[in-house]
């Protein structure tokens, strides 16, 4: 039997239809990205584009470009009225909201720093909706997202999505340009021995991810009786997707060089989406302080810690937060 489409997997699970018209859009979206990238080395575009963003990092000619892409092909969906964007500072309006318009919040090229190393990258987004007519309001809590997935551009193009019951990835044939079920209903095992965290800020952690990771290290000679390995792409999107195939936890945590910043990770396009596909998963996703999908969002670019991946990794690590704090 041939692999369901996306189309009529959407179709199949019941997606509402303008929801199909932009999932399908951000699919069109991501296959024009996949083909940039794999292309910029001939275009001289893996560089930097000599400026810096709102979050005051150099973009990438390639962040801007995989930007004007998301903006293009997402822009004519019928019920989409606004759009936030990793790369641009302000919420770029549509049209008049109108309640249960959709709100698109997306990093259009995640991992880019690993561009000119030919290393996966890829594009993440999260869809909620407007509560009320002529509501401008976008800071909404991730427990409001109505779907969320994200794009791989690696060895193969995948796109992952979620409407908060099952995770279904897909694959795109090269041939074709189709994007077929590949992986229906994956799931995140509860257990896992693979953590990933960039060890270059072990001296800024706090006590309970210092704690977390020295036990890890000691491996079956310490506390937890089992040796662990370590995984860091530097590109969440990369990091994530080894952990829906195949377990494991991903933190990038709050610490002593972060905090005043509120961590590293954007909630609204990269710690919320993530957290709805790991949950829907069957995994846990926490600030460390608290689950990540009930933070209320105060800006639109703001930053979260963010703890992801099997369930009772996550929950360790959430106690060891809680253990800290009581003493
Ligand atoms: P982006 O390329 O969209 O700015 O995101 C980069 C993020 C994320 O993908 C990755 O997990 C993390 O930054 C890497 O951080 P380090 O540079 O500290 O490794
Ligand atoms: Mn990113
Ligand atoms: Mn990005």
Redesign the pocket.
Known sequence: MTAPTLRSYLMQNAYDPDLVFLLEDIATASRAIASLVRTGAFEGNLGSAGQTNV?G?TQKTL?IMANDVFERECANSPRLAALVS?EVEEVTWLKEPKIGDYLLYF?P??????LDVNLS??S?FSVMQVQADGDRNVLHAGRNQICAGYAVYGPSTMLVITQGDEVAGFSCQPDTGEFCLTHPKMTVPAETSEYAI?T??ARYWHDPVKRYVDECVAGKEGPRGRSFNMR????????IHRILIRGGV?L?PADSNNQKAGG???LMY?ANPMAMIIESAGGGASTGFGPILEVDPEAPHQRVPVILGSRDEVALLAQYHSDASAT
Do not use: H, P
């Open positions: 979050q990092e962040d990793e990093d090229l995640d991992g880019s720093s690993n990258v890829g993440i960039n270059s800020r860091w792409t530097a590109s969440m999107v990369a990091d991903f990038y590293k990770l954007r990269e």
